[in-house]
């Protein structure tokens, strides 16, 4: 969810260049204090142009106990799961599908 919504709509500025400006004004802006921006162009029933920031502190992404324990695991393992998948590739003991069109 997005920590910060802010709406520009083409109504309140001189026209609808102004306030695209505006809004991709306060994005840099945001983008400057570390945020993480998505701009959207959206319209209003009438026809109105709105133009939306949204904005998200970027977060540090840790590493899953998975992807570091698996720098961790021993060569004998690893070589031993290449060489289980490898046999599991070469299997050919099931009859290949045939199909029939008419």
């Known amino acids: 969810m997005a920590e910060v919504q802010e709406v520009f709509l083409e109504t ?3 026209d609808e260049t102004a306030a695209r400006q ?5 994005a840099a802006q945001l983008q400057s204090q570390g945020y993480l921006t998505t701009c959207e ?3 209003t029933v009438d ?5 939306l920031v949204e904005a998200a502190r970027m977060e540090r992404i840790e590493p899953t106990r998975n992807e570091a324990g698996a720098s961790n695991r021993s060569k004998a393992e690893s070589k031993g799961d290449r060489a289980r998948s490898h046999q599991l590739l070469k299997r050919r003991d099931r009859p290949a599908l045939n199909y029939e069109t008419r």
Request: hydrophobic share 40%; glycine share 6%.
């Open 47 to 51: 026809g109105h142009r709105v133009f």
């Open 41 to 43: 162009n959206l319209w």
């Open 22 to 26: 505006a809004r991709d004004d306060r």
């Open 12 to 14: 309140q500025w001189d």
